[in-house]
């Protein structure tokens, strides 16, 4: 089992929808755990950081499953500005964050 | 907010060059680390330092090698640059060795290699 692995996508949503995906991580001994969104060309930038069971921030919710290790992250009302690449984090057994290869979501008109 | 300066954001070299991309922060971060990001592979870790002076092998070092002798700095270095290093680089720091610190990253340098 890979260290954490995401759903590659492309997720295709129209604008207002509700969209989520996940990330699975095999270290159970994990205890934070973060998003980030990467825009075309440019650099991941810190989303969303999930220290126990959840997380949310406007319309942008980051769930904590322990039991079956993952984490999601919901995103309400979509808007064409959140089509980009969501990037999740998870320490490692060393405390090294190890990344997800990202899903991509697309919002269309 | 934390500010993690890359110091160019293109970059084109040709093959057998050594080349030097140089990374700054300016939050007192000990721990910097240097990624590769390629089409259908991700974000993969080449060197990380968490202190200056120290330095330790990411999952794809070779053809690299690091430089921090201040700890603001985080210097990644091709010493004989080859066509497959041919990427985005993307520089990133974090405040300690914590779980609970993320990591914050650089503009990014796109690096061609001829």
């Known amino acids: 089992r890979k260290e954490v692995e995401q759903d590659p996508g492309p997720f295709n949503v129209p604008e207002g929808a509700t969209v989520a995906f996940n990330c699975t991580y095999s270290n159970s001994a994990s205890q934070s755990f973060f998003w980030y969104r990467q825009d075309c060309r440019k650099e991941p930038k810190l989303l969303m950081s999930v220290y126990s069971s959840g997380n949310e921030d406007g319309r942008f919710t980051a769930q904590l499953n322990r039991a079956s290790q993952y984490i999601s992250l919901l995103i309400r009302d979509s808007k064409l500005s959140d089509s980009a690449t969501y990037l999740c984090a998870v320490p490692n057994a060393g405390n090294m964050l190890t990344f997800g290869g990202g899903t991509r979501l697309m919002v269309k008109p | 907010d934390v500010k993690v300066t890359q110091s160019s954001r293109y970059l084109v070299k040709r093959t057998g060059e050594k080349v030097f991309l140089e990374c700054v922060q300016d939050m007192d971060h000990e721990n910097m680390f240097w990624y590769r990001q390629d089409p259908g592979l991700g974000l993969r870790l080449i060197y990380f330092?968490?202190?200056?002076?120290?330095?330790e092998k990411g999952d794809i070092p070779e053809g690299y090698s690091v430089s921090r002798e201040k700890k603001e700095r985080f210097s990644l270095i091709l010493e004989s640059a080859s066509t497959n290093q041919t990427s985005m680089y993307l520089c990133?720091?974090?405040?300690?060795?914590?779980?609970?610190?993320?990591?914050?990253f650089g503009d990014g340098t796109r690096l061609s290699i001829l």
């Open positions: 990133a720091s974090s405040l300690d060795g914590g779980q609970n610190q993320p990591q914050h």
């Open positions: 330092s968490y202190d200056v002076k120290m330095k």
